[in-house]
């Protein structure tokens, strides 16, 4: 019983050790008002019941439940504790149904709500989509201006060609007709 969790209004705190958590009552960090709970207890605690002389929480009544064994060729939704704690996707520690992100192995936590995830998942494709398309333009725009600046290279040389051997034709053509 060393994850003990603390609830103060609606703010939770945790997971202690059980003797952190009695030096915590002992300084007065926590009140007897506030709440606790651990791993198989079916709710809340006031920190009132909390047995510090014994050094563990004040026994509970034991309830039995009958025992189901899941069905492994159908995936079922992860059940949540009696506490509303739903397993981390990552590490499969327990945590709050709200949180985004898992203090045990400090990954992100994607909402559980299928239609949520699809939208985020459409999302990201046409980012990625859009992201590629304009990478794809761009290289296709950049190898078009490449091919352009080739051709009026080619063109140019051709035409300092042309304009070479036209004034060469002019000279020669002058020196034969010019010289009787």
Not at 74 to 83: F, G
Not at 93 to 100: G, Q
Not at 148 to 161: H, L
Not at 164 to 174: I, Q, S, V
Request: with cysteine.
């Amino acid at each position: 019983m060393n994850n003990i969790y603390l609830l103060r209004d609606t703010e939770e705190f945790g997971p202690y050790a059980r003797d952190t958590v009695i030096q915590m009552l002992a300084k007065q960090q926590f009140t007897p008002s506030d709440r606790y709970w651990y791993e198989g207890m079916t709710d809340w605690r006031p920190l009132a019941e909390f047995s510090v002389a014994s050094a563990r929480p004040a026994p509970q009544p034991k309830k039995s439940y009958p025992v189901r064994e899941p069905q492994a060729a159908q995936p079922q939704a992860p059940a949540a504790a009696h506490d509303g704690r739903v397993p981390c996707p990552m590490c499969g520690e327990r945590v709050m149904p709200s949180a985004t992100l898992c203090p045990f192995c400090k990954q992100a936590i994607f909402s559980r709500d299928k239609s949520t995830n699809a939208v985020a998942g459409v999302v990201i494709f046409v980012i990625l989509f859009l992201v590629l398309y304009y990478a794809l333009t761009a290289f296709t725009h950049h190898e078009a201006d490449k091919e352009y600046e080739r051709i009026s290279r080619d063109a140019e040389q051709q035409t300092k060609k042309i304009m070479r051997d036209f004034e060469a034709e002019t000279d020669r053509l002058m020196r034969k007709y010019s010289n009787p």
